[in-house]
Nanobody
Framework: QVQLVESGGGLVQAGGSLRLSCAAS????????MGWYRQAPGKQLELVAV???????NYASAVKGRFTISRDNAKMMVYLQMNSLKPEDTAVYYC??????????????WGRGTQVTVSS
């Protein structure tokens, strides 16, 4: 199956930028949509951005215009470029991927998360 490993998180000042990367490894028939979720302290998990196999994207209203999701299918990676970061962006960010198995079952994979902290 697929393992997802996030990287690129860290501490940044408000207004700064970070780029999160997610590397997918393992065997899967195909990767479909990939995305990023986040969970801030005391808040529920929320979808940040998603990108389909055909590169169609969707963003949470809170990040639209500031974040950009992209993917490299050959490398099986997905990225989240985060610009103009705000303190409210502080959260653990999780990479997700939807894959289709050889028997055409759809399976969702989750990374373990990477911490993003934006200071005032």
């Amino acid at each position: 199956q697929v393992q997802l490993v996030e990287s690129g998180g860290g501490l940044v000042q408000a207004g700064g930028s970070l780029r999160l990367s997610c590397a997918a490894s393992g065997v899967i028939f195909s990767l479909n949509s990939m995305g990023w979720y986040r969970q801030a302290p005391g808040k529920q998990l929320e979808l940040v951005a998603v990108i389909t196999k055909g590169d169609s994207t969707n963003y949470a209203s809170a990040v639209k215009g500031r974040f950009t999701i992209s993917r490299d299918n050959a490398k099986m990676m997905v990225y989240l470029q985060m610009n103009s970061l705000k303190p409210e962006d502080t959260a653990v960010y999780y990479c997700t991927a939807e894959g289709t198995t050889m028997v055409r079952a759809v399976v969702t994979f989750w990374g373990r998360g990477t911490q993003v902290t934006v200071s005032s």
